[in-house]
């Protein structure tokens, strides 16, 4: 369903995108940190699998919009160009201190799971990253556009997992790094800002 190029550029993409500071990937430095690397990696995977109902979403809205007019799909995609121009700008100038929270109180690993998940799937800010995103990676003209957008957000959501799982695992390293080095986190975000920037112009110069 996805060319070799399609994929393994959006699998590049999703990778730093995915390891650039943000809400998810702090949480679960926090909650390695705090809870210890089993609870860590538990969360971790809800917070990846969350990302599921996201891909269901942009499923069926990209779905609905090329069914009903190809045009209202050419402006889903102008519009997510620009919202990721925007974050892009956003991360750029970005000064790099994200810091992990270390909460901690005990909780189950189901419970953990759970929450992980549920926090991940009621964020309004992912559901719009993932129908700007996701239909910058689809072709057109290869068909089958939802298959497309079903097999980048299970790829997303795959990678996010493995990720997520090995910040939970080497959660207390890597928190005790990027509290020493904030410079790291800020050109984490310069390159996951460039990418949005590079995406949503790409997508504005085409045509």
């Not at 779905?63 to 160009?81: D, E, Y």
């Not at 690993?109 to 759970?114: G, K, W, Y």
């Not at 990720?163 to 207390?172: N, T």
Request: charged share 10%; with cysteine.
């Amino acid at each position: 369903m996805l060319s070799p190029e399609q994929f393994f550029g959006f699998l590049a993409a999703a990778v730093l995108i995915t390891l650039s500071p943000g809400p998810d990937n702090m949480m679960v430095l926090g909650v390695g940190m705090s809870k210890g690397r089993a609870r860590g990696i538990v969360f971790g995977l809800g917070c990846a699998l969350g990302c599921l109902s996201h891909t269901l979403l942009a499923v069926l809205g990209v779905s609905a919009l090329i069914a009903a007019s190809p045009a209202a799909f050419t402006l889903l995609k102008v519009c997510g160009g620009l919202y990721l121009v925007w974050l892009g700008f956003n991360a750029l100038k970005s000064p790099g201190g994200a810091q992990a929270s270390t909460a901690a109180s005990e909780e189950s690993l189901s419970r953990l799971f759970a929450k992980g998940m549920f926090a991940n799937a009621i964020n309004p800010k992912v559901v719009l990253f993932f129908l700007s995103f996701l239909p910058q990676f689809v072709v057109a003209t290869q068909g089958h556009a939802s298959w497309q957008t079903a097999a980048l957000g299970v790829t997303f959501t795959a990678q996010a997992a493995v990720l997520f799982a090995l910040l939970g695992y080497f959660s207390g390293s890597i928190g005790r790094w990027l509290n020493r080095s904030p410079r790291a986190g800020m050109w984490l975000d310069r390159v996951a800002g460039g990418i949005f920037v590079g995406l949503g112009l790409k997508l504005l110069v085409s045509r």
